[in-house]
């Protein structure tokens, strides 16, 4: 306590019965200047609470955004195979034997009639020499029969013959003739084995593989060399289970990779109705438009799949779909740059993409980074997503 009777108090000073404020001497009394303090005090702990409460506004944070544009829908997707021939046949022989030539190898161009190999002839040669001789003994048989028979027409007639010896003359130069053309059918078969020695190729071609060599017995139907036609080429691939209706429907080229530039148009030719038991796909082959000697068998070609939509979809990515149980929204910031969680329509998802088909609009600006860490009406600062 002063002098005066003041009593000093946090830092400022004040009396109980008089005290000097502002140079001038003020008297209050006590009861009165307890209840001045209190209050005085109390409204500043309330202001400091409100000052401590009061809510803070949040930064910008940086989001990547995308601009939304339609388009029309095109699926498209490129599949890696092989180019084969469309027709490939494996040649054999109709006769067994042992091989004695085998004028082509593989990669030999041939054409219809030129001979693939050739068989020893020997044993096939005496088999035409015996159905000749038996030809030779049934034509003497029935000439023997038919003789026969005219004679004892005649004594038949003269009644020198009774019926029945006639009628075995008959049966027997029935037989006789019969016998005859069973070896005219023997001594054919013998002629076309004799020619079954020579394997020849059925179509202009390529042979592509060969399976036996000079000195070789081989089986009736063993394959001796592989013949790929000239009739086309085809681009050989795998197709998954998404693809395999859309195959039909869609437009497809081919490029090699040897020739990247090239593009050739291809056609849909055959689609397997079952599926490869270990890698669950279906094989495809496609009839290539105008291959020539440029495309090689084997080469390794690229079929590009291309099929359009049903209407204009704007493909978003993956990541810019937010799914909280209500169905897929995205992130829109708006024109005072805030984030409104939009609900879209989705088409269907691609490996990368979501295909939208409603609930933005051209040009909006569609959160593609971290959705699930934002709030709706979050305050952005935009980054173009590169």
């Known amino acids: 306590m002063s002098a005066d009777g003041a009593r000093t108090h946090g830092g400022g000073c004040f009396s109980i019965g008089s005290g000097r404020i502002g140079g001038a001497i003020v008297t209050l009394a006590p009861t009165r200047v307890r209840n001045t303090v209190l209050i005085v005090l109390a409204a500043a702990a309330l202001a400091a609470c409100q000052a401590e409460t009061a809510p803070l506004e949040r930064p910008a944070r940086p989001v990547q955004v995308a601009s939304v544009t339609y388009a029309e829908d095109v699926m498209t997707r490129d599949f890696v195979g092989v180019i084969a021939p469309r027709t490939e046949t494996d040649l054999a022989f109709r006769v067994a034997g042992k091989v004695v030539s085998r004028p082509v190898g593989v990669g030999d161009r041939v054409k219809a009639g030129d001979v693939i190999a050739k068989l020893d002839a020997e044993d096939l040669s005496l088999q035409l020499q015996s159905a000749e001789a038996e030809l030779a003994a049934a034509t003497s048989s029935l000439a023997q029969a038919t003789a026969d028979l005219e004679r004892f027409d005649a004594l038949k007639e003269q009644g020198h013959a009774t019926t029945a010896d006639f009628d075995r003359k008959q049966l027997a130069r029935d ?23 020579e394997l020849r190729a059925d179509a202009d071609g390529v042979i592509t593989a060969a399976a036996a060599e000079p000195g070789q017995v081989v089986a009736v139907g063993q394959p001796i060399a592989t013949l790929a036609h000239l009739d086309g080429k085809e681009a050989v691939v795998a197709l998954p289970e998404d693809w395999y209706a859309v195959a039909r429907e869609a437009e497809a080229t081919v490029s090699l990779w040897a020739n990247g530039d090239r593009v050739l148009q291809a056609t849909l030719r055959e689609l397997s109705p079952d599926a490869d038991p270990t890698t669950r796909t279906y094989r495809a082959r496609f009839l290539i438009d105008r291959a020539d000697d440029a495309v090689a068998l084997g080469m390794t ?3 590009t799949l291309t099929k359009a939509g049903n209407g204009p979809v704007a493909r978003l990515p993956l990541a810019a779909v937010l799914n909280t149980g209500k169905g897929p929204s995205v992130y829109v910031v708006d024109a005072s740059s805030r984030l409104s969680l939009t609900p879209v329509t989705v088409a269907s998802f691609t490996g990368e993409s979501a295909l939208v088909t409603g609930g933005v609009s051209d040009g909006d600006k569609v959160v593609t980074l971290g959705v699930q860490k934002l709030l709706d009406g979050e305050p952005v600062r935009t980054i173009e997503q590169p």
């Open 301 to 303: 070609a690229t079929v």
């Open 175 to 197: 037989e006789a003739s019969a016998r005859l053309e069973r070896a005219t059918r023997s001594l054919e078969l013998a002629r076309r084995q004799v020619g079954y020695a």
